[in-house]
Each structure stands twice: as C-alpha cells, then as structure tokens.
C-alpha cells in the first residue's frame, strides 16, 4: 500500500484514483476547482464526467496542491495537456529530490512542441517522470473492464516499480524504456480519431476507417521515429492498440468532435457540444508544426489541419487525399525495423 497523489479530477484522474484505491492504495486528488473538490466529496462521485460511479473511502479530495502532494510515494499528473506546464510549475516546490512522477496526460505543448514528460521535468527538474499510455478510456476503466497499459521511463528499474503499484485483475501494465514512442503514440493518434470521426459523419463506410487507422499508423511510425521513437513501439499497446480505440469508439471524445465536424458543425461548435477537451484539435496543430520540423510526409495530419484550422470542407479534404500521386506501399511505409 502506497500513498499517492493524483493530480487533475477529469474523467481519466477520477478513474485512476478510484482504480489505484480499489488497489489498497491511499489516494489523494486534487482539482484545480474548489468547488469540484468540495462536490467531489460531498458526492463521492464525478457527476460531469463519470455518473453513476461511486469514489471509494479511501480517496481524499482537495483543491490545494501543497496538501495533496505533501509525503506522497507517488505522483500522478492527469490534467489536459495545455495545463500541464502551470500545474507542474505549481506542484514543483512540493516535490522531493528523485520523487517519481507518473504522466498520464496526452499531447504536446503547443509553444515549444515539447512532450509532456519532458514538460514536467523541465518545471521539476528533482524528479524522474515516467509516462503511462495505452488504449484506456476513462469509463471502462472506472467500471473495471479489462484494460491494459504501457508504462515508460529510460531507468526500466522505475518502470518495474510503477507496475507492481498499479498492476490489479482488471488494469495489466507492461513495461518499455521507449518513453518517446510510448508518449507520441498516446498523443498522436488524437489526430487520426478526429479523422476517423468526420470519415463517419461525411456518411463513409468501413474501408475508409480502416484506410484511415492504417495510413494514419504510417504517419505516426514515421514522425515517432524522426523523433527518436522505436518501431516496435507504435505496433504495440500505445500505438496501434491505442489508436484502435480512439478511432471505434463513442468513448473517444475526439471520435465524437470529428462526427459533429463530418456533419458540418465548425470544429469550435463540435468541442462545445462535447464538453469535454478535445486533445486532438491542439495535437493536430503540433503535429503540423513537428512535420515540417523534421521533413516528415503526413499527408492526413495536413488536411486536418486545414479542415481545422484553415477551414477546409472535409469532403474535398479527402478527394485531395484520394488523388494524391501513386507510389508503392512497402517503399512508402519504410518499416526498416530498428537495432537497439
């Protein structure tokens, strides 16, 4: 049994706390609102983003940081991408020297394009920050489904760790020392579930989804690996695993926002009628930039940024796509497997 602080009370920090305390864990979660915590408490419930799901006894909830870090074994960060930075710049002062943090969040900064562990380690530069990813969605979690994850650091002797705190019957965790890849599997294919979900707006069928996780995967492999990221990575959990999920499931908020948009709502209407962050439309910004940062062909991740960000009607996006020059798929894939 462990004492550990979750920080960030959205669909996936409520499900991890409840999911860790089931463990025998004592959990501390914290959230950026006063009000949230104190409705967290008082319900034991995320009535917003997980109904019906009662929070355990030995989960404690408060909205001060200091509190809820303070002799923690561990840390885990679960709040969106783009509060990242100001949390761990928040959580840093209470941090010891070597305290393990664990990053469960998924993106990029926008205005560095750094990953979100190397975000924390820049705000906490005392800690060692691993990174958690993996197909997981926040509702079967929270009701025990079978689920597994990758969980990632270089020290494979601090991933082992994280594992047996957080391994239980229903939560299967394996291990890797490619946190690069485990990270931008997790963020990237965002990009291609807001895509799979307008494929199923514009009224598109199964070939098309399946081009699209397909095509999409070959964009992820070949950026995550201009970025120093391995192969064998994005063919597992955190990659196509992950990528499966978000792009078949009505769980997948990015999914949901990509229906709305292939039905004709503005990409700013759709995040509003989902209610919830929507990290594929920021990923998708980033993701543009890195391309061309590291010369990287992604045709997909263009047009989505232009149908989001430019204005483009999803439907000649995908005619530009379809016509788009021949060429051979082996010599275009390029899946040279890497040599460690």
């Known amino acids: ?29 914290w959230s950026y609102s006063k009000r949230e ?39 885990v960060i679960a709040t969106p991408s783009h509060g990242v930075r100001q949390t761990a710049k928040a959580l840093s002062p209470f941090v010891r020297e070597g305290q393990i ?22 705000e906490i530069p005392q800690a060692k920050v691993a990174a958690m990813s993996g197909p997981s969605h926040a509702e079967e979690v929270a009701r025990n489904l079978p ?50 979900g307008i494929s199923d707006g514009l009224g598109f069928g199964d070939n098309t989804k399946a081009a699209l996780i397909t095509r999409g995967m070959a964009e992820m492999i070949r950026l995550g690996r201009a970025m120093g990221g391995h192969l064998e990575t994005f063919a597992g959990l955190t990659g196509i695993g992950d990528l499966i999920v978000t792009c078949t499931s009505m769980h997948s908020r990015n999914r949901r926002a990509g229906i709305l948009i292939g039905q004709g709502k503005t990409p700013k209407q759709a995040q509003e009628e989902v209610k919830m962050v929507v990290e594929g439309v920021k990923t998708t910004m980033s993701a543009y930039k890195l391309a061309k940062k590291y010369n990287v062909d992604m045709p997909i991740t263009q047009k989505a940024y232009e149908v989001l960000f430019e204005g483009k009607n999803p439907r000649e996006a995908v005619s530009e796509l379809m016509e788009r020059p021949k060429k051979g798929e082996v010599e275009d894939l390029n899946f040279t497997p890497d040599i460690n």
């Open 1 to 29: 049994m462990a004492d550990i602080a979750v920080i960030g009370s959205g669909s996936w920090g409520t499900a991890f706390s409840k999911m860790l305390a089931e463990n025998g864990h004592n959990v501390s979660l």
């Open 147 to 196: 689920t597994t994850n990758v969980v990632a650091h270089a020290d494979l002797e601090i991933a082992q760790y994280i594992q047996d705190l957080f391994m239980t019957p229903n939560f299967r965790i394996y291990t890797s020392q490619d946190i690069i890849g485990v990270e931008l599997g997790g963020s990237l294919k965002n990009i291609i579930a807001l895509c799979a």
């Open 101 to 122: 943090i664990v990053n469960i969040s998924k993106g990029f900064d926008e205005d560095t394009l750094m990953r979100l562990s190397e975000i924390i380690l820049n």
């Open 37 to 75: 915590s104190e409705d967290l408490a008082k319900y034991r419930e995320n009535k917003p983003f997980l109904p019906g799901i009662v929070l355990p006894e030995n989960i404690s909830f408060t909205d001060d940081i200091k509190k809820c870090a303070n002799g923690a074994e561990l840390i």
